[in-house]
């Protein structure tokens, strides 16, 4: 059974850097062809992806966050990084790390990021 979970600060402030970390248990990130992926969700809004770190530890960015956002991976951890900045209230969303096996087949329970002064 693999597990997720977030951590990181719940409230930031606008034009600061958000740090975030996944812990993954149950599952290597770096054994089998997976993409670690980052997600947010905006209060009434849909989901939106943020980027990933493959099994090799390749990235991918969506392009509209891609010039301030940077995941990364601790492997001795089994931990992966999502570093997101330049925020705005926009920013304000519920944060996910989730495995990609060709659908999102395992997620974390998420957390609440708002980004206010």
């Known amino acids: 059974q693999v597990q997720l979970q977030e951590s990181g600060p719940g409230l930031v402030k606008p034009s600061q850097t958000l740090s975030l970390t996944c812990t993954v248990s149950?599952?290597?990130?770096?054994?089998?062809?997976?993409?670690w992926a980052w997600i947010r969700q905006p209060s009434g809004k849909g989901p939106e992806w943020i980027g990933c770190?493959?099994?090799?530890?390749?990235?991918r960015y969506n392009p509209p966050l891609k010039s301030r956002t940077n995941i990364s991976r601790d492997t001795a951890k089994n931990q992966f990084t999502l570093q997101l900045s330049g925020l705005t209230p926009e920013d304000t969303a519920v944060y996910y790390c989730?495995?990609?096996?060709?659908?999102?087949?395992?997620w974390g329970q998420g957390t609440q990021v708002t980004v206010s002064s």
């Open positions: 770190i493959t099994n090799s530890g390749t990235t």
């Open positions: 989730a495995r990609d096996n060709g659908r999102y087949d395992y």
């Open positions: 149950g599952g290597s990130i770096t054994t089998n062809s997976y993409y």
